[in-house]
C-alpha cells in the first residue's frame, strides 16, 4: 500500500472549516484514500474514503486531485469535539482489510 | 448498542502472568482484528479473522494468541507478560476482507505490567 505524508499538527478555530491536507504521491490506480481519525482514549473512527471522486458525507468532505497524489478532508464547521488524530491511509479495496496507520496529523480546535 | 465491545478496559498485571482481552461484535462482520498502540501512539495491526481462519500475523511474537470461538468474537490471549506488552489493545471488525476498509474499533484495553 502507498505510503502518506500528513503534517503532524494543525490548529483550527471553532465553528470554521478545518482543512487537513495528505500527500500519497505514489498512489497506484486501484488505491483509495480512507480517512479516520482518533479523539483521546478512543478507537479509531471512520470519517470517509474515496478514489478519485470527491466525496461527502455527515462528517465530513473528501477532496482528491485530479492526479490523485494529495487529497485534503474537510470538516465544514469544526467544534471542539473534532479534536482528534486524523490518519489518511491509502489501501487497496481489494486487498486484506487491516490498516497502515501512520503518524497522522493532530488537528486542535481552538475556541 | 455497543457494536465492538472490549473487555476490560483497564488490565494492570505483573510480569510473567497470562492474561486474556475479549471482544465481541454484533454488526455481523466477517473479518475481526486486533491492534496495538504502544506509548509513542503508533497503531500497528497484530492479527486479523475470517471465519475463525488467521489470515494476517504481523510478525507478533507467539506469546500472543488470538481465538476466535465464533464469527462474533475474538479473544486475544497473551503468555508470560512482558514489560514491553505495555499498551493499548484495539479490536475492530470490518465487513466481507477486502471489500472494505472502514472498520469499526473497540474502545481499548489499556495493558499495563509492573
Known amino acids: 500500500d502507498a505510503k502518506t505524508t500528513q503534517p503532524p499538527s494543525m490548529d483550527c478555530a471553532e465553528g470554521r472549516a478545518a482543512n487537513l491536507p495528505c500527500n500519497h504521491s505514489?498512489?497506484?490506480?486501484?488505491?483509495?484514500v480512507y480517512w479516520y481519525r482518533q479523539i483521546h482514549s478512543q478507537g479509531p473512527q471512520y470519517i470517509i474514503h474515496g478514489l478519485k471522486n470527491n466525496e461527502t458525507n455527515e462528517m465530513a468532505s473528501l477532496i482528491i486531485t485530479e492526479d490523485r497524489k494529495s487529497s485534503t478532508l474537510i470538516l465544514p464547521h469544526a467544534t471542539l469535539r473534532d479534536t482528534a488524530v486524523y490518519y489518511c491511509?491509502?489501501?487497496?479495496?481489494?486487498?486484506?482489510?487491516?490498516?497502515?496507520f501512520g503518524k497522522g496529523t493532530k488537528l486542535s480546535v481552538k475556541p | 448498542d455497543t457494536a465492538v465491545s472490549q473487555t476490560p478496559k483497564y488490565l494492570v498485571t505483573q510480569m510473567g502472568n497470562d492474561k486474556s482481552i475479549k471482544c465481541e461484535q454484533n454488526?455481523?462482520?466477517?473479518?475481526m482484528y486486533w491492534y496495538k498502540q504502544d506509548s509513542k501512539k503508533f497503531l500497528k495491526i497484530m492479527f486479523s479473522?475470517?471465519?475463525?481462519?488467521?489470515?494476517i500475523n504481523e510478525t507478533v511474537p507467539n506469546r500472543f494468541s488470538p481465538k476466535s470461538p465464533d464469527k462474533a468474537h475474538l479473544n486475544l490471549h497473551i503468555n508470560s507478560l512482558e514489560l514491553g506488552d505495555s499498551a493499548v489493545y484495539f479490536c475492530a471488525s470490518s465487513p466481507l476482507q477486502g471489500a472494505s476498509a472502514e472498520a469499526f474499533f473497540g474502545q481499548g484495553t489499556r495493558l499495563t505490567v509492573v
Open positions: 454488526l455481523g462482520h466477517d473479518t
Open positions: 491511509i491509502v489501501k487497496h479495496r481489494g486487498s486484506q482489510g487491516n490498516l497502515i
Open positions: 505514489t498512489i497506484s490506480g486501484n488505491e483509495y
Open positions: 479473522y475470517n471465519n475463525k481462519e488467521l489470515i
